[in-house]
T-cell receptor, first 117, second 114 residues
Framework: DAGITQSPRHKVTETGTPVTLRCHQT?????MYWYRQDPGHGLRLIHY???????DKGEVSDGYSVSRSKTEDFLLTLESATSSQTSVYFC????????????????FGPGTRLTVT | AQSVTQPDIHITVSEGASLELRCNYS??????LFWYVQSPGQGLQLLLK??????LVQGIKGFEAEFKRSQSSFNLRKPSVHWSDAAEYFC????????????FGQGTTLQVKP
């Protein structure tokens, strides 16, 4: 398995509080992604990073921000959590070893289950 | 717009029976296609991938998939299902953005009857 960890694995928080989720990789992959998974929607991309300090929005980025100060860490922040952000969040990585096609071969972390009450 | 459709939300098959999970895509360029599997409480694991060449690709756990450009499909098959195959399966497409971004289908949940 690719060396990807996510922390915390489970979190319950109250509406309006800030929350930060961490993704850590040991694979030296350039690209990192944050997805949310909700029933009936599959996985939807929140934000992604194509290098240190280089990030861009995905399809469901409202209410989320990200930061990447080191190759190995990609942080997802909910500035003020809402109940609609209750979800399972997955981090993925791709693209270190093989440019071109390898860019699209994503490997996933174990996920973080977030509940906003 | 680019999209992936998995028409079957839920499928039940008997152990030992054959399986086919459907995936249709809408994509402007030559697609890169993937199937992932997710066991309960776990992350997604890559089953197989198609980039180019032979349209029948083999993956892990005895799965295979066939790319049919004329039908915009990439269906996943297994000749004999095991109880441990019960999971959720996701089809994904990418290839035109130079960002590595994938578009995922909604997923198909497979239940295996003893």
């Amino acid at each position: 398995d690719a060396g990807i960890t996510q922390s915390p694995r489970h979190k319950v928080t109250e509406t309006g509080t800030p929350v930060t989720l961490r993704c850590h990789q040991t694979e030296n992959h350039r690209y990192m992604y944050w997805y949310r998974q909700d029933p009936g929607h599959g996985l939807r991309l929140i934000h992604y990073s194509y290098g240190v300090k280089d990030t861009d929005k995905g399809e469901v980025s409202d209410g989320y921000s990200v930061s990447r100060s080191k190759t190995e860490d990609f942080l997802l922040t909910l500035e003020s959590a809402t109940s609609s952000q209750t979800s399972v969040y997955f981090c993925a990585i791709s693209g270190a070893k093989t440019p071109g096609q390898g860019l699209y071969e994503q490997y996933f972390g174990p996920g973080t289950r977030l509940t906003v009450t | 717009a680019q999209s992936v459709t998995q028409p079957d939300i839920h499928i039940t098959v008997s152990e030992g029976a054959s399986l086919e999970l459907r995936c249709n895509y809408s994509y402007g360029a030559t697609p890169y296609l993937f199937w992932y599997v997710q066991s309960p409480g776990q992350g997604l694991q890559l089953l197989l991938k198609y980039f180019s060449g032979d349209t029948l690709v083999q993956g892990i756990k005895g799965f295979e998939a066939e790319f049919k450009r004329s039908q915009s499909s990439f269906n996943l098959r297994k000749p004999s299902v095991h109880w441990s195959d019960a999971a959720e399966y996701f089809c994904a497409v990418g290839g035109s953005s130079n960002t590595g971004k994938l578009i995922f289908g909604q997923g198909t949940t497979l239940q295996v009857k003893p």
